[in-house]
Every structure is written in structure tokens, then in C-alpha cells.
């Protein structure tokens, strides 16, 4: 009987591809193919493939859990905890979009408990007037430390927000009150952290956007909440070490890669479904990370975001009986601190029984934590009997070195998937095209209102300037 499920060496996380490697691939109604092994030779291609551009430095997310210099782990927690010494920052405005912003949300989103800074984050990612406006009224410019970023530092809905911070917090705290995170030697944002002497992090060339999270993009955000960037990065490196080590046909991100494009064919929407509220937004990252990296060249695969057991009551019924052309991805969680046990129903006056109401007497004794874990096995199961596939990540508690092997699993996953489907995992020409339109747009219609406003003095720059000689 062939081994499906699996714990990645000292990671804290288990993969089980049961409900995934026994379900046929092909065209509904047929019998299609049921996983039967590994394609070793275009599997070792393609490793090798993805590992030069790994060791050649082109792609560094692989190597910064092992490597500072891409990581900047050390500069993160020290800035990080400068700034917290100095015990005037209540709040971060934290603005960044997409890759620069989806890491350390969903991160602080699923450890908001373990959090010990008391520093409360605040999340711009769209240049949506009425929430600025609505954020902003909470804050006190004095006591906010606004992090900006945007690798290309360029980002126009980024830099939007951070010309309207900089108004808001003044031009006297713009170098004491501002973090910028960005590329090392280019950019605008670049450019004007230098000129103000604004304290500066740095994303390596070679990290991407989306796997950002292992920069100073979601370590600098993690130090700054007070988590401990050193076990998140061990959890990353630990499953980097098994991948090192590992036999391709036994590690289970390569037998995923694999089973996932047998099922292309037919089934080519991926429904990210954690059995946990705390890592609700874990689907936000998955569904940028899954689609920007693997839409590309007519190939691709749509993702989804859902939570269990939420969403059982409203895309269950779909995903069994509905158009059988999805794959479900569920992620659960084996320990927490406390289970929080159902009591027996008694009333005020104490004469309350549940004799006569089952559903109270089934649940009595048992836990949320129990009940959770009972929903998902059932929804598994469900899918399984009704022939629709599904994978399970298993993970051992919510803690940083956890989620440190969670976020580098998935991403080796998304590397190797598009590497395998002689895909590039690593670019978004898509992405890039947009920004040209949206610059060639701004350039036009501004072109009027612009030269208006260098005639009167009137550009936020004037602003600042006349703000700073008053």
C-alpha cells in the first residue's frame, strides 16, 4: 500500500494527498486516470531546473531563511526594535498592496494572539477615499508610525497613500515618524527615504512580490508586532532542509505538484479552505500567490478563499454536487491552548435539562475545537464518496515557527507547480502591462491639473516645503 500522507521531516506540518492520489483525471463521465506515481524524469527536470535559478541568486525567496543578506532578518528586528524602544508609537499605518501587504496581514491575522507589542496595525492596501478617511479619524499622527512599501517604489496606489500620510503626519516627523521598505539602490520611494532620511528597509531583487514575506516586507512587520522572526525562519528552513534531502518521489510537495496538473485537465479551480478563523486570510495570500504565479501562456489555475466550517453552509453544497471541476485544499489545526469545553444547558433557576433536546445532549461534553475538527472530517469525507478531490496540510498549532513552514511549503509548491508546467512562477507581464496603461492614464489626464498646480504652488512637494520653513 503506497505511503499518502506524510510530515515534512522536523516541520511542524503534515501533508495527506489520500482524497487527491485516488480520484480519477479526465473528462466527467470517464474513468480517467488515478494517480499511479510520479513522473521521475520530468519531475528531476524540473527541480533542477528551479534549483539553478535558486543557486544562481535570480530567485532568493528559497535561500533566505538560510541567507540574512536576502532575509535582512537582523536589520528588521533591530529597526524594529528601536522604534519600539522609544515607547511613542501606538499604531502602524502599514501601506502596501498585493505582495507588499497580503504576507504580513494574513501572518499577524493568524498570530494575533501571540502579538506582544501592543502596537495596533492598520492595513491601507486600496486607495479607497471613504476607508483613508474613516482610518485616519482613529489616529493621532504623534503617536502613528506609518511603514510604506513598494519594491519597485513606484506603486501608484501605494505612493498615493503615503503622499497623503506624509501630509497628515507633518513634515517635522517625516524622518522619526516613517519606515520605507523597498528596493536597495532604485525607485522613488528610494530616492525620498534617502533625501529625508527616513529609516529604510530593503526587499533583495531577487524576491518577488508575492513570496515577500520572507523579506523584510512581512519579517519587519512580524518583529514590529512582536513575534520572533528567528522561529518563523526556522520553520521555513526546516522545510527547506527536508526538501534538500528528501527523495523527489517521497517528498509531498513534489507528489502534489504532480497530482495537481494530472487533475488540470478538469479540474482547474483550487478552493483554499482552512479549519481555522484565525487563518481565514492565509486564502487572501494563497489566491495572489496561486494565480499570479501560474495564469500565464493559456495555463492556470482559478483559486478561491473560503473557511471552514463557515462555508460549509454556503459553498459545500457546490463543491458536491456542483460542476465536478475543482480540487479542495484544506488546511487544519491539531493543538490550541484551550479547546473551550460545551457545557450541559441549565437555566437561572437551575431546573434546566436537556433531556428532551437532542441536539443540546449531543453536543454536551464535547469541544469547539472537537466539533471543528468533526466538521472538516465530514466535509472530507463528503467530497471523497461523491469522487471529488481534495488535499489536507495539517499543521501542529498556530506559532510562528509553524506558519514559518507553511508560508515556504506553499511557496516552494507555487515554484515547482509552474516549473514543472513549463510555466515562469516568477514574473506577472499581466501585472506589468496594467501599470503602463494606468501611467500613460494618470500621465493624460493629469497633464492639465498638474501644470495648474506647479503654477500655483499647490503640489503636495510645495506643500510639505511651505509646511517645513513655517
Given at each position: 500500500?503506497?505511503?499518502?500522507?506524510?510530515?515534512?521531516?522536523?516541520?511542524?506540518?503534515?501533508?495527506?494527498?489520500?482524497?487527491?492520489?485516488?480520484?480519477?483525471?479526465?473528462?466527467?463521465?470517464?474513468?480517467?486516470?488515478?494517480?499511479?506515481?510520479?513522473?521521475?524524469?520530468?519531475?528531476?527536470?524540473?527541480?533542477?531546473?528551479?534549483?539553478?535559478r535558486?543557486?544562481?541568486?535570480?530567485?532568493?525567496?528559497?535561500?533566505?531563511?538560510?541567507?540574512?543578506?536576502?532575509?535582512?532578518?537582523?536589520?528588521?528586528?533591530?529597526?524594529?526594535?528601536?522604534?519600539?524602544?522609544?515607547?511613542?508609537?501606538?499604531?502602524?499605518?502599514?501601506?502596501?498592496?498585493?505582495?507588499?501587504?497580503?504576507?504580513?496581514?494574513?501572518?499577524l491575522?493568524?498570530?494575533?494572539?501571540?502579538?506582544?507589542?501592543?502596537?495596533?496595525?492598520?492595513?491601507?492596501e486600496n486607495?479607497?477615499?471613504?476607508?483613508?478617511?474613516a482610518?485616519?479619524?482613529?489616529?493621532?499622527p504623534e503617536?502613528?508610525?506609518?511603514c510604506?512599501?513598494?519594491?519597485?517604489?513606484t506603486?501608484?496606489?501605494?505612493?498615493?497613500?503615503?503622499?497623503?500620510?506624509?501630509?497628515?503626519?507633518?513634515s517635522?516627523?517625516?524622518?522619526?515618524?516613517?519606515v520605507?521598505?523597498?528596493d536597495?539602490?532604485?525607485?522613488?520611494?528610494?530616492?525620498?527615504?534617502?533625501?529625508?532620511?527616513?529609516?529604510?528597509?530593503?526587499?533583495?531583487?531577487?524576491?518577488?512580490?508575492?513570496?515577500?514575506?520572507?523579506?523584510?516586507?512581512?519579517?519587519?512587520?512580524?518583529?514590529?508586532?512582536?513575534?520572533?522572526?528567528?522561529?518563523?525562519?526556522?520553520?521555513?528552513?526546516?522545510?527547506?532542509?527536508?526538501?534538500?534531502?528528501?527523495?523527489?518521489?517521497?517528498?509531498?510537495?513534489?507528489?502534489?505538484?504532480?497530482?495537481?496538473?494530472?487533475?488540470?485537465?478538469?479540474?482547474?479551480?483550487?478552493?483554499?479552505?482552512?479549519?481555522s478563523?484565525?487563518?481565514?486570510?492565509?486564502?487572501?495570500?494563497?489566491?495572489?500567490?496561486?494565480?499570479?504565479?501560474?495564469?500565464?501562456?493559456?495555463?492556470?489555475?482559478?483559486?478561491?478563499?473560503?473557511?471552514?466550517?463557515?462555508?460549509?453552509?454556503?459553498?459545500?453544497?457546490?463543491?458536491?454536487?456542483?460542476?465536478?471541476?475543482?480540487?479542495?485544499?484544506?488546511v487544519?489545526?491539531?493543538?490550541?491552548a484551550?479547546?473551550?469545553?460545551?457545557?450541559?444547558?441549565?437555566?437561572?433557576?437551575?431546573?434546566?435539562?436537556?433531556?428532551?433536546?437532542?441536539?443540546?445532549?449531543?453536543?454536551?461534553?464535547h469541544?469547539?475545537?472537537?466539533?471543528?475538527?468533526?466538521?472538516?472530517?465530514?466535509?472530507?469525507?463528503?467530497?471523497?464518496?461523491?469522487?471529488?478531490?481534495?488535499?489536507?496540510?495539517?499543521l501542529?498549532r498556530?506559532?510562528?515557527?509553524?506558519?514559518g513552514?507553511?508560508y515556504?511549503?506553499?511557496?516552494?509548491?507555487?515554484?515547482?507547480?509552474?516549473?514543472?508546467?513549463?510555466?515562469?512562477?516568477?514574473?506577472?507581464?499581466?501585472?506589468?502591462?496594467?501599470?503602463?496603461y494606468?501611467?500613460?492614464?494618470?500621465?493624460?489626464?493629469?497633464?492639465?491639473?498638474?501644470?495648474a498646480?506647479?503654477?500655483?504652488g499647490?503640489?503636495?512637494?510645495?506643500?510639505?516645503?511651505?509646511?517645513?520653513?513655517?
Open positions: 500500500m503506497s505511503v499518502t500522507a506524510s510530515r515534512l521531516g522536523s516541520a511542524p506540518i503534515n501533508f495527506d494527498w489520500s482524497n487527491l492520489i485516488s480520484m480519477p483525471a479526465g473528462s466527467p463521465g470517464s474513468a480517467g486516470t488515478r494517480g499511479t506515481g510520479v513522473d521521475l524524469q520530468a519531475l528531476a527536470e524540473a527541480w533542477e531546473k528551479l534549483r539553478s535558486f543557486h544562481s541568486g535570480e530567485v532568493g525567496f528559497y535561500d533566505a531563511p538560510v541567507n540574512n543578506e536576502i532575509s535582512q532578518a537582523q536589520e528588521s528586528i533591530a529597526l524594529a526594535q528601536k522604534l519600539l524602544a522609544r515607547n511613542e508609537f501606538t499604531d502602524c499605518l502599514f501601506l502596501g498592496i498585493g505582495g507588499s501587504a497580503l504576507g504580513p496581514i494574513s501572518l491575522s493568524a498570530l494575533q494572539e501571540r502579538c506582544q507589542s501592543g502596537l495596533r496595525f492598520h492595513f491601507m486607495p479607497d477615499p471613504t476607508e483613508w478617511k482610518t485616519l479619524s482613529t489616529l493621532k503617536s502613528t508610525l506609518v510604506v512599501v513598494a519594491k519597485s517604489g506603486t501608484f496606489e501605494t505612493l498615493a497613500q503615503f503622499l497623503l500620510a506624509l501630509e497628515w503626519i507633518g517635522a516627523r517625516i524622518s522619526s515618524h516613517c520605507a521598505i523597498t536597495p539602490a532604485k525607485g522613488d520611494l528610494r530616492a525620498f527615504a534617502t533625501e529625508e532620511r527616513i529609516p529604510t528597509l530593503s526587499i533583495a531583487p531577487s524576491i518577488g512580490g508575492r513570496f515577500s514575506i520572507f523579506s523584510p516586507v512581512g519579517l519587519f512587520a512580524a518583529a514590529l508586532a512582536g513575534l520572533s522572526v528567528p522561529d518563523f525562519l526556522l520553520g521555513a528552513k526546516q522545510v527547506r532542509d527536508y526538501c534538500e534531502k528528501q527523495p523527489l518521489d517521497k517528498n509531498p510537495i513534489c507528489i502534489l505538484s504532480h497530482e495537481l496538473l494530472r487533475h488540470s485537465s478538469q479540474r482547474s479551480i483550487h478552493v483554499c479552505m482552512p479549519y478563523t484565525r487563518l481565514r486570510l492565509l486564502g487572501t495570500w494563497f489566491v495572489q500567490l496561486w494565480g499570479e504565479s501560474l495564469g500565464k501562456d493559456g495555463k492556470g489555475f482559478t483559486p478561491l478563499a473560503a473557511v471552514g466550517a463557515t462555508d460549509q453552509h454556503s459553498i459545500l453544497q457546490l463543491l458536491r454536487d456542483g460542476p465536478n471541476d475543482k480540487v479542495t485544499l484544506f487544519t489545526l491539531d493543538h490550541v484551550d479547546e473551550v469545553r460545551i457545557p450541559k444547558l441549565t437555566t437561572g433557576s437551575g431546573r434546566g435539562s436537556s433531556q428532551n433536546l437532542p441536539a443540546f445532549r449531543l453536543l454536551e461534553g469541544t469547539l475545537q472537537e466539533l471543528l475538527r468533526t466538521e472538516f472530517q465530514a466535509t472530507s469525507l463528503v467530497l471523497a464518496r461523491q469522487g471529488r478531490p481534495n488535499m489536507t496540510i495539517q501542529d498556530l506559532d510562528e515557527r509553524t506558519l513552514a507553511l515556504f511549503g506553499m511557496s516552494v509548491l507555487t515554484a515547482l507547480t509552474g516549473t514543472l508546467w513549463n510555466v515562469n512562477p516568477f514574473d506577472q507581464p499581466g501585472v506589468e502591462e496594467g501599470k503602463v494606468i501611467r500613460e492614464s494618470l500621465s493624460g489626464q493629469g497633464a492639465a491639473r498638474a501644470h498646480s506647479d503654477l500655483e499647490n503640489t503636495p512637494v510645495d506643500r510639505l516645503r511651505r509646511n517645513r520653513q513655517d
